[in-house]
C-alpha cells in the first residue's frame, strides 16, 4: 500500500518496511535527529514481543540506549512522570510497542527537558499553546489500530483512575516506522481488538462533523483495506490459514499501514461516540480499549444511518469497499460484515459478554459524564441521552 500521497494530510513522516532493516532505521534516525544519533531512550513495556526484543538488541548494538519500560495499559500519569529522570539525554526517543507504549514515548519526550507543567499538560489546558518538543520522536507500532504513531493525540490516566485525552500539535511525532514483521507477532485477540480500533477510527471519521472531503477519502481508504488485511491476518495468527513468514509479514504491513492511514483521517477529524463510550467502559471495568470500542460500533452505525446525510456517506463509503454492491444493499453489506466479523472475533455484543452486571439506573449514573466528552460532540448527528441509554440498555442481556 502506497501511503506517499496520503502522508500529505500529516506532518508525521512515515517509513514502511517489511522486516527490520537497520540500514533504513539508521538513516531514519540520522535524518530525524538531523545529526549524528548515539544516545537513544527507548520507551517501551514490560512485556515480552520477542520481535520488538530483536529490535532492541540490534538498536543496543550500536548505540547507548536506555529503555523505559513503566507503561501501563491506559498509562498513568505517574509513571510517566517517574521516567522523565531516568532519560538519559538522549539524542532522541523511540517508542516501540502498542497505543499506550506509544503515548507515553509522546508525553515523556515532550516533558523531558521542558519547562512545561506536567499537571497543565495531563489536564490538557497547556493545549495547543504547549511548548515544542526539545527532542525528536520516532514511534514504532507493535500493534495495527491505534494509529497513535501520527496522530497529535495522548490518552492518559489519573491517580482517580479517570481517562484524559490530551490533544496538541507538538504530540505529533516527526518520523513513524512501520515494520510488519513487529505486527505479525501480535496474539490472535489482541489483532481483534486493535483491528476494530483501527475500524472504528475509519468509521467514525465517517460519521464526524469535522469531516472533509479529504478526511472522507482516507477514511474510506482505510476502511477498505482494515476490511481487506484484518480477516486474513486474524486467520493466519489463529492458524485457520498458514502463511509463510513472508507472506505473513506482507500481510501485517498491510493492515499497520491501513490502521495508519485510519490514524490520519480521526488525528483531523477527532474520533465520535463509540469512542465517548469505549473512555467509560475503561475507567469503570478496564475494558481494554479495542474491545471497547468494537462493543457499541455496530449500533452507533445503525444510529448515525438514520440521518440522511451521513447515510449517503455511508453508501458512498460501502459501494467503494463492495464496487459490484450498490446502495442500501452495499450499506447493509457493510453493516453485515462489521457484525459478522466481531462475532468470528469473540469481541462483545452485551455487557454479560464482558462480565458485567448493569441496570438501566446504572446506565444513565455511568454514562453521563460521556456527554461532556469532545468526542461525543463530534458525532453527526448529536444524539441525546435517552438515545444512547436507550442504545446501551439493549445491551443487558
Known amino acids: 500500500m502506497d501511503l506517499s500521497v496520503q502522508n500529505l494530510m500529516s506532518p508525521v513522516r ?8 537497520m540500514d533504513t532505521l539508521n538513516d531514519v534516525l540520522l535524518f530525524t535527529a538531523k545529526k549524528p544519533v548515539e544516545r537513544i531512550c527507548v520507551i517501551s513495556d514490560p512485556y515480552q514481543v520477542p520481535a520488538r526484543e530483536k529490535l532492541i538488541e540490534k538498536l543496543r548494538s550500536k548505540y547507548e540506549l536506555t529503555v523505559l519500560t513503566r507503561v501501563q495499559p491506559d498509562p498513568l500519569t505517574e509513571d510517566i512522570i517517574s521516567m522523565l529522570p531516568e532519560c538519559g539525554n538522549p539524542d532522541i526517543f523511540i517508542g516501540i510497542g502498542g497505543g499506550s507504549v506509544l503515548d507515553s514515548a509522546k508525553a515523556v519526550s515532550m516533558l523531558y527537558g521542558n519547562t512545561l507543567n506536567p ?52 504530540l505529533f511525532a516527526d518520523t513513524a516506522v512501520l515494520i510488519g514483521e513487529l505486527t ?29 472531503p479529504a478526511t472522507l477519502r482516507a477514511s474510506a481508504r482505510a476502511a477498505r483495506a482494515v ?14 490459514i498458514n502463511l509463510d513468514s513472508s507472506a505473513l509479514y506482507d500481510r501485517a504491513l498491510s493492515m499497520t499501514e491501513a490502521a495508519c492511514m485510519a490514524g490520519m483521517a480521526f488525528s483531523i477529524t477527532g474520533t465520535a461516540m463509540g469512542h465517548a463510550i469505549s473512555f467509560i467502559l475503561g475507567e469503570e471495568w478496564h475494558v481494554p480499549h479495542g474491545k471497547a470500542c468494537a462493543f457499541t460500533l455496530e449500533d452507533c452505525f445503525m444510529f448515525v444511518s438514520q440521518y440522511e446525510a451521513v447515510k449517503e456517506r455511508l453508501i458512498a463509503l460501502a ?17 453485515d460484515t462489521i457484525v459478522r466479523t466481531k462475532k468470528k472475533m469473540n469481541l462483545p455484543f452485551t455487557f454479560k459478554d464482558m462480565n458485567i452486571t448493569i441496570t ?14 469532545p468526542k461525543m460532540k463530534n458525532t453527526l448527528p448529536l444524539p441525546d441521552e435517552k438515545t444512547v441509554y436507550d442504545l446501551l440498555e439493549k445491551k443487558i442481556c
Open 119 to 170: 499537571d497543565e499538560f495531563f489536564s490538557g489546558k497547556a493545549g495547543s499553546s504547549a511548548s515544542a518538543r526539545k527532542f525528536p520522536l520516532v514511534l514504532i507500532p507493535t500493534t495495527a489500530g491505534t494509529g497513535s504513531e501520527v496522530t497529535r493525540v495522548g490518552v492518559y490516566r489519573d491517580t482517580g483512575n479517570r481517562k484524559h485525552t490530551v490533544g496538541s500539535p507538538p
Open 184 to 212: 505479525a507477532g501480535m496474539p490472535p485477540a489482541l489483532c481483534a481488538a486493535t483491528g476494530f480500533d483501527a475500524l472504528s477510527h475509519a468509521l467514525e471519521s465517517v460519521w464526524n462533523k469535522n469531516a472533509t
Open 14 to 21: 512515515v517509513v514502511s518496511m517489511k522486516t527490520i532493516d
Open 319 to 335: 459501494e467503494y469497499i463492495f464496487p459490484v454492491t450498490k446502495g442500501e444493499s452495499a450499506l447493509a453489506m457493510l453493516y
Open 227 to 240: 476490511l481487506e488485511n484484518f480477516e486474513p491476518l486474524y486467520d493466519a495468527l489463529t492458524g485457520t
Open 360 to 373: 438501566r439506573n446504572e446506565i444513565e449514573k455511568l454514562f453521563a459524564r460521556s456527554f461532556d466528552d
